[in-house]
């Protein structure tokens, strides 16, 4: 259920821009390719260390499931 209410709000992402290495993990890399060229707010992951500094210099916030639905409780 919570994959298909995902998959009926997500936005395909035409992948043009691939700007490699990103991270120190090569595996997170696609994950960044995707938030770049869809112009990301943030990424949410419990993986910050390796995407915090190679999301930086596109000014993507990297954030924690927990930061996330903390600053959405503050909005809210």
Do not use: W
Request: charged share 30%; aromatic share 2%; hydrophobic share 50%.
């Amino acid at each position: 259920m919570l994959l298909d209410a995902l998959e009926a709000v997500a936005e395909p992402i035409l992948v043009t821009m691939q700007p490699r290495p990103l991270s120190q993990d090569a595996n997170d890399d696609m994950v960044l390719d995707v938030a770049i060229n869809g112009r990301a707010d943030a990424i949410v992951t419990n993986n910050i260390k390796h995407f915090r500094d190679a999301a930086r210099p596109f000014r993507i916030r990297v954030l924690t499931p927990a930061e996330l639905l903390l600053e959405l409780r503050k909005k809210g």
